[in-house]
């Protein structure tokens, strides 16, 4: 169900386009005025903190829009707003309590704001909103505050005390001794999602999906409702929280009147307006279910919603809405809130559409065995959004492809939408540091050719990997599903072969010939960027002793080094040494390129004929060993130029501009202060109680 490309993608990508920016020559896309800064001293990143950068993105072409479609946009916007707290009560039952004193005490304390403590509370309350709740937003664990319980008692006392979320009769000091071990104990609600199979998974996990109930009971309680031969099974549990009541489970469902409902109300109003002025009769339509189903909570009607959502391709708005990924569910069954307003952009897709309409050609001409083409392939459809605002789930961290509906029988039978974030990837981009690249590349020509046309690089390699990398190739009759025949290796191969359609392929003149890429150049930095960071720069990922476990990172590492190795002789990559530090310089691309073709072939081979020994041996050969010693000066080089392995955004701003009751215009404004943000978000947004 990995079906949307979570952080540690989003992550992975971040480092490939570590080496693509461009900051001293500006080249950006054509910039829309963002109210607040002139168009190339828009500030990408706007604060570091712990292990977290705060971005901004922006919506380039806004203004060019209708005012219809501003105006839809704006609805769509106040809709993801009003749902984003739910996430916070879903991730744990006192997320919203801690917000709420985190809150007061930013804005009312009335000490001294310059000391360490206060840094150090500072900290803690950004990443606090960062990960939607106490606990990391990616490991899951609790955060522990760096400054004391005294500290922090000494913070509520001399903050507006009216303003906590005080139970009934409950004073100051009373409310500091019950939320203290919820902020500070490391035994209370340790981690978020706990998958460690040995012990009680729902129990062990602080999220609140489930209250007062074992593992074994969940675990029956949706058995019970199986239906083993019903072909278009609902996703049952998906939005509600299982509990005990009188000794009975009950599922509190997410919907008007129910669980969440101050929040959804407002959710609701706002999708009303919006379904008023649709594009179109199937947007309206898809929008129409969606209202029905926060209405009702019937898991029947979020089908429909998503099969009328799949079929609408011709909007240019589109909004993600609902309790989508189930990855904070340690069962995999609860939806998290999440909303991605976005409209299309047309440029960037077409170049999509390019290499999905030659999918044939690039099939026929592959390097792959005969048998193992597909002789009628379709490219996978896919699209370039560009975002407008993300909440819940989405927000800050945020995804950089979206590929959903996530119910298997929908997909099969209608479909399903495959989108890029165009402006978040680009935004990704812009915020790097030049460092990186000075760093880990050794001569002027690589250096050139990444600075150059590293972006373009970037963004043609995703498109061809999704479009026509995963789609390509067959399966040997009679051989079953990769995750059978390969097992625990599928992900890393499959990965691998995808890319290695798009390293095969960027070096190929038929994107020249069909308008994507301007010259071969393009290839030479493609492959200048991926082998420096299979071959070093990923490392920096991983903590030391540790080998590569993650599927992307050990396809990535398989690939560089098997190309490397099987180029020695005639010095194909050449790894090079200078003041004590390592580089790979390519001597040769276009045989680098043949040897590209040849691992894919094998690739292909390997799913096409289910060889599992084959597979495993190439990734545990190439793909997960670490050299301990080139690891070691990675991490230090890479920490050397100080860049936080996580980002997330601040979200822009629509403001109506309101004439007779009426919207005559939306402007958007970019705010810069991730603090104050979130300060609005809680003065202006917050529709739920501390406690659902
Ligand atoms: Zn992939």
Avoid at 368 to 379: D, I, T
Avoid at 438 to 454: D, P, R, S, T
Avoid at 455 to 475: F, K, N, R, Y
Avoid at 523 to 528: E, L, M
Wanted: proline share 4%.
């Amino acid at each position: 169900m990995k079906t949307k490309i979570i952080l540690f993608l989003a992550i992975s990508t971040v480092f490939l386009l570590s080496f693509i920016i461009n900051e001293e020559k500006k080249q950006e896309k054509p910039e829309v005025n963002s109210g607040i800064a002139a168009a190339d001293t828009f500030k990408y990143q706007v604060d570091q903190f712990a292990d977290i950068r705060i971005l901004r993105y922006r919506i380039s072409g806004f203004e060019q829009l209708t005012l219809k479609q501003k105006e839809l946009l704006y609805y769509l916007y106040e809709a993801a707003l009003a749902g984003k707290d739910i996430i916070w009560d879903q991730n744990y039952k006192y997320n919203l309590t801690v917000r709420k004193t985190l809150e007061t005490i930013v804005s009312s304390y009335k000490g001294d704001k310059n000391s360490d403590d206060w840094k150090k509370f500072m900290v803690y309350a950004k990443r606090v909103w960062f990960s939607n709740g106490i606990h990391h937003h990616y490991a899951s664990n609790k955060i522990i505050p760096e400054y004391s319980k005294e500290y922090f008692a000494q913070l509520v006392n001399n903050s507006n005390t009216s303003a906590l979320p005080l139970n009934k009769g409950e004073n100051a000091d009373a409310f500091i001794k019950r939320i203290t071990p919820i902020i500070f104990d490391p035994a209370v609600a340790s981690k978020r999602v706990n998958l460690d199979p040995k012990v009680d998974l729902v129990t062990s996990s602080a999220t609140n999906f489930y209250e007062g109930v074992t593992e074994k009971e969940v675990t029956e309680f949706y058995k019970a409702m199986n239906k083993p031969d019903d072909k278009t099974p609902v996703s049952y549990g998906l939005n509600s929280k299982l509990m005990k009541e009188n000794e009975k489970l009950v599922e509190k469902v997410w919907k008007i009147g129910g669980m969440y409902s101050p929040a959804l109300e407002k959710v609701v109003y706002w999708l009303e307006k919006a379904s008023v002025i649709a594009e179109n009769a199937q947007q309206k339509k898809a929008l129409d279910l969606l209202i029905q189903y926060y209405k009702t909570g019937d898991l029947k009607t979020f089908d429909d919603y998503s099969i009328a959502w799949v079929a609408d391709t011709a909007s240019a708005i589109d909004v993600v809405s609902g309790y989508i990924e189930v990855y904070g569910d340690p069962l995999g069954r609860k939806g998290s809130f999440e909303s991605t307003v976005s409209v299309k952009d047309m440029e960037a897709s077409k170049r999509i559409a390019a290499i999905g309409g030659q999918a044939q050609w690039f099939e026929d001409n592959s390097p792959l065995m005969p048998a193992h083409k597909k002789k009628n392939v379709k490219g996978i459809s896919a699209k370039v959004i560009t975002v407008v605002q993300e909440t819940g789930d989405a927000a800050p961290t945020t995804p950089i492809g979206i590929n959903l509906p996530n119910a298997n029988w929908i997909r099969q039978d209608h479909g399903s939408k495959s989108v890029s974030l165009g402006n978040i990837v680009y935004a990704f981009e812009k915020s790097k540091s030049p460092g990186l690249i000075n760093e880990f590349y050794l001569n002027e020509e690589m250096n050139k050719h990444v600075k150059e046309f590293g972006a373009l690089a970037g963004a043609l390699h995703t498109d061809m990997h999704e479009v026509i990398g995963h789609a390509s190739g067959q399966i040997n009759p009679g051989v079953g599903d990769p995750s059978e025949t390969l097992k625990n290796y599928a992900n890393a191969l499959e990965e691998g072969r995808a890319d290695l359609v798009a390293l095969y392929y960027i070096m190929d003149k038929k994107l020249v010939d069909i308008g994507v890429m301007p010259s071969l150049e393009v290839g030479k930095a493609s492959y200048d960027n991926y082998i420096t960071n299979g071959l070093l720069v990923q490392l920096a990922r991983i903590k030391p002793g540790d080998q590569i476990e993650e599927a992307h990172m050990r396809n990535r590492q398989m690939i560089a080094s098997w190309v490397y190795e099987k180029g020695k002789t005639e010095n194909v990559i050449e790894k090079k040494q200078k003041d004590g530090k390592t580089y790979f310089v390519i001597n040769d691309y276009g045989k680098l390129r043949i040897l590209f073709g040849e691992l894919l072939k094998e690739l292909q081979r390997i799913k096409s004929e289910g060889d599992y020994n084959a597979g495993k041996n190439l990734i545990e050969n190439y793909g997960v060993k670490v050299d301990q010693a080139l690891h070691k000066e990675v991490l230090e080089r890479y920490n050397k130029v100080g860049i936080a392995p996580y980002a997330g955004f601040i979200q822009p701003k629509l403001i109506p501009v309101m004439k007779d009751g009426k919207i005559t215009d939306v402007k958007v404004e970019y705010p810069y202060d991730f603090v104050q943000q979130m300060l609005d978000f809680g003065k202006n947004n917050a529709l739920l109680p501390t406690v659902n």
